[in-house]
């Protein structure tokens, strides 16, 4: 590798996930650019980058034209509304930034000769009949569902970047992400951590969808990251899980929040959303063979710096409990 910086385009880089990413490539050295239209991503999640000669932060809207001067050795496509509550307020962005963004980010790396790597999601496989999930599975969507807009978004976004791998020769990669937790998440994103904390933080009943039965897989989000920067350098061209395989119900999930914050609040039950899938638990051999990659924080650990963060962005008084 010659001494000149390497450079990485990052979309959706003021998002949770993004943001996370910036840091990482900022601590191996890379320049960094940040592309994000703030649509629900968050100055605030960047900010201490601000200053930082190797970061450039580009207000951008990826489903229109995207130039970037220079060479680009990477693209890492990141931009998406993620929650439920999101692309169920925004579905035609959603499904914009899933087609349009995509095709704009993989021209963006087939111009500059750069790797790209597609953020995918779990949610490709739907509300599956496999368990746990394999790579090879095809997935059961509803594709004229209200959470379809995303689910199908994202299939789209791997069909396009396998037809560019295959006939523009561009070096792709894949991850299928699993739901991740962590420092920098929307407080109102609507996803099951940032609202049980949010409310347990505030005293207030913590609201569980269904019979809170249907199971979740939760992985740090430094895990993830690490295994998207190692996703990135390998030659492995087809979908890759990443996330923790720990599954747990959604109700145990609520209890353990609960505890941890030392709240006596009562869980409380709501219906279960539109094809809301039964269960979530990532197969991740190939992660382990291919990346050489597992998950390294417990969820004790990963919870503990999340209420931190939660703690922080609500300006709650410390609750008494076990962990508060």
Known sequence: MSQQLQRVVITGGAGFLGSHLCDRFL??????ICMDNLVTGDLRNIG????ESRFHFFHQDVTEFIHVP????????????????????????????GALGTHKALGLAREKGARFLLASTSECYGDPLVHPQREDYWGNVNPVGPRGVYDEAKRFAEA?????HRYHKVRTRIVRIFNTYGPRMRLNDGRALPAFMSQALRGEPITVFGDGSQTRSFCYVDDLIDGIYRLLHSDEVYPVNI??????????????????VGTTSPIIYKDLPVDDPKQRRPDISKARRVLGWEPKFDLDTGLAKTLAYFRERLDAPLAKGPRG
């Open 27 to 32: 601590a191996e050295g890379w320049e960094v």
């Open 48 to 51: 201490h980058l601000v200053g």
């Open 70 to 97: 220079g060479k680009v050795d990477a693209v890492m496509h990141f931009a998406s509304p993620a929650s439920p509550l999101d692309y169920l307020e925004l579905p035609i962005q959603t499904l914009k930034v």
């Open 160 to 164: 396009m970047t396998m037809a560019y």
């Open 243 to 260: 996330g923790n395989p720990n599954e747990m119900t959604i109700k145990e999930f609520a209890e353990r929040i609960a505890r941890l």
